[in-house]
RNA sequence: GCGCCAGUAGCUCAGGUGGAUAGAGCAACAGCCUUCUAAGCUGUGGGUCGGGGGUUCGAUUCCCUCCUGGCGCGCCA
């Protein structure tokens, strides 16, 4: 038993004790002054109202009855309003190191989950274009919102769902088409909604040095019905292209996520909806419902009836599906995939599609809850380079992809960077400072701590793996220094519940940063080696421990540990 | 106009779901140090938590309202 469950249950005796509710439960808290000790409880205030008593006074009678001498509780005081401020003896804390050792890599994991099915959805990019920079918060945030629940018992799918399908993928083929005609010395435009970026010119040039360039006349009569808004006569030669440009970026994008370090279990294609039936069969649902109706030529769909703030068009007047027809029947099969829970990490741009997705989902009464999926929405992210905002226009071309970035900064610091800040703020990318090797830049700084802690081993040539709790004199961490860094080691697997809970890497990051300054500050203000044996072996067992947790936590970012820098 | 998100120290940002005198880094100022890793360490100053109301023992946190900024509001995705 810890001494925070030792205490809470003191407590809740002590409360019943005095006649409060048997439902008692008493929080507990770290005070953020330490001078208010080690624990804290509001616990007589919050039974103020319903005892109809004073705060301080029940805080009183409280402490009278507890009985702590098993948590290790030096000191119990009753401060402010009715704060129940406890203070441990040293040794008490510094005990729980013991099992920081014991779990190692499993340090901060759980079981909350219990071995739920969990899909997680992110990056999703269309194959239009290598990923940006938005795409790359995604990924960090994807990939490391998977490892919070990993963490946490859940069983996590990562998936990748990807567009090959609809208006964009078209002008992606007539974009290469006309790329192609430009090499052929035909004077062509890209059409509205096209992509203008220099990739396409690069994969015009792979494409004829694979298949030769097509016959002028084809290329040309193609152009021309590009420009006039529609598509090139000759169908075979304009699936070809699409079918080339869509699989060469997709292995450019593929190369992005290798270089990132993110694995997906499952890239789920648009296309398959249609030619497993699926897209059909969900509108057929939708119809049977009877949630559905026709008006001005096309099928709509009666999303406020489940929230949404307007009706949405199912099938256009040509004949065709909206995109969220496809969404909603991929959403549908994740559910019958048997995943109970299932998250979507997109940009806040796509903010507005949430509510009819969820009303789909609804509208076809399978069961799914009503929550269903879950969004993790990030906001915007802009690249500072010198002081300056690097401008990014997708129209134009320009953009810092994902690829740039980590050519530029190195893996580590991107993901770091990425996930530093919380989502819901727009993110300022500073690419001098991901890239400057020194302790203002957070990574570096983190990772050092850890490099250091490897070096005190290292230099004194102890292997970590004989490093055990057994027979620590734990009263020998008494500094300061010490006292707080073990207190931050500690609370680190409930700081990860509550970044799985809240699906917030950010926590973490955080986390990680103030726990390297407490190892630095440690680390200069106290030896390890060369001091007297009990201290020695006690502070090997901290060193060891505040590596593991450091390790374990840059492990659920998806960042490196390095022993040495 | 409507919806979502943000507004916290000069700057960049934290504030475990209502707690005590609101924190960290950088910058500024004063001093110290050169040791298991590379400029670190100690101290100081700095705030009407965007404004105004409310809820209660207690609000940066919850509610209302206004201001400012970003994003969205397609038979595009």
Redesign the pocket.
């Known amino acids: 038993m810890t001494p925070e469950q030792l205490l809470r249950d003191e407590l809740t005796k002590a409360a019943i004790a005095i006649g409060a509710p048997a439902s008692t439960v008493p929080?507990?808290?770290?005070?953020?002054?330490p001078?208010?000790?080690d624990w804290?409880?509001?616990l007589a205030?919050?039974l103020?109202?319903p005892l109809g008593r004073k705060?301080r006074d029940i805080a009183t009678e409280l402490v009278a009855k507890l009985d702590l001498s098993a948590a290790g509780v030096s000191a119990t005081e009753i401060?402010?309003?009715?704060?129940?401020?406890f203070r441990l003896n040293a040794g008490a804390h510094a005990r729980g190191l013991a099992d920081i050792l014991a779990h190692g890599a499993a340090y901060g994991r759980a079981n909350t989950g219990a071995g739920t099915a969990v899909n997680v959805e992110f990056v999703s990019a269309?194959p239009t274009g290598p990923l940006h920079v938005g795409h790359g918060r995604q990924a960090a945030l994807g990939d490391a919102i998977s490892a919070l629940l990993e963490g946490a018992g859940y069983r996590v799918s990562r998936e990748f769902y990807y567009?090959d399908?609809?208006?964009?993928i078209e002008n992606l083929a007539k974009s290469l088409w006309v790329r192609v005609a430009q090499a052929a010395g035909i004077d062509a435009d890209i059409p509205e909604?096209g992509y203008h970026g220099e990739y396409i010119k690069e994969i015009a040039e792979r494409y004829v040095s694979e298949f030769g360039t097509p016959p002028h006349s084809t290329l040309l009569a193609g152009a021309q019905a590009i420009v006039a808004g529609a598509r090139p006569d000759d169908a075979t030669l304009f699936e070809a292209m699409r079918r080339f440009a869509v699989a060469a970026l997709r292995a450019e994008q593929d190369l992005d996520l290798k270089a990132f370090g993110v694995q997906f279990a499952v890239y789920y294609l648009?296309s398959s909806l249609y030619t497993d039936g699926l897209v059909e069969e969900t509108v057929g649902m939708l119809r049977q419902g009877g949630h559905t109706f026709e008006?001005?030529?096309?099928l709509?769909l009666r999303t406020t009836d489940f929230g949404d703030?307007?009706d949405?068009?199912m099938?256009?007047?040509?004949g065709?599906?909206?995109?969220?027809v496809?969404?909603v029947a991929y959403h549908v099969t994740k559910w019958r995939r048997g995943f109970t829970r299932a998250i979507n990490v997109q940009?806040?741009?796509?903010?507005?599609?949430t509510?009819r997705v969820r009303a789909g989902l609804q509208a076809l009464e399978v069961g799914v809850p009503k929550g269903y999926p879950e969004y993790v929405?990030h906001?915007?992210v802009t690249v500072m380079r010198g002081g300056e905002e690097v401008k990014i226009s997708k129209r134009a071309g320009s953009y810092v992809t994902v690829r740039d970035l980590i050519d530029e900064v190195g893996r580590d610091a991107v993901r770091y960077f990425f996930l530093?800040?919380?989502g819901?703020?727009?993110?300022?990318f500073?690419v001098d400072l991901a890239r400057s090797?020194?302790?203002?830049n957070?990574v570096y700084y983190i990772q050092?701590a850890h490099?250091?802690l490897?070096?005190?081993f290292?230099?004194?040539e102890i292997d970590p793996a004989t490093i055990t709790a057994d027979g620590v004199q734990w009263e020998a961490l008494a500094e300061d220094?010490e006292r707080e860094l073990v207190k931050s080691l500690l609370?680190y697997p409930?700081?990860v519940a509550?970044?799985a809970?809240?699906l917030?890497p950010?926590?973490v990051a955080?986390?990680l940063?103030?726990t390297a300054?407490q190892v630095?500050?440690?680390?200069?203000?106290?030896?390890?080696?060369?001091e007297p044996e009990h201290i020695l072996r006690a502070r090997l067992v901290l060193a060891k421990a505040a590596r593991q947790v450091l390790a374990n936590g840059l492990a659920l970012l998806g960042i490196t540990a390095?022993?040495?820098?």
């Not at 929080?27 to 002054?33: G, H, S, V």
């Not at 940009?347 to 599609?353: L, N, P, R």
């Not at 090797?437 to 203002?440: G, I, N, R, T």
């Open positions: 929080a507990l808290e770290r005070p953020r002054d001078a208010h000790g804290a409880s509001n205030m919050t103020a109202k705060p401060a402010g309003p009715g704060f129940i401020n269309n567009n399908a609809g208006v964009q909604g648009e008006d001005d030529g096309a709509w703030d307007k949405r068009v099938r256009k007047r040509d065709t599906f909206t995109y969220f496809p969404d940009g806040a741009d796509h903010h507005g599609t509510a929405l906001q915007m530093m800040r919380k819901d703020s727009q993110l300022v500073d090797q020194s302790e203002e957070p050092m490099a250091r490897s070096g005190i290292r230099v004194g220094a609370d409930r700081l509550g970044a809970e809240a917030e950010h926590r955080a986390y940063l103030e300054r630095h500050l440690w680390y200069h203000k106290h030896h390890v080696l060369g390095p022993e040495r820098m």
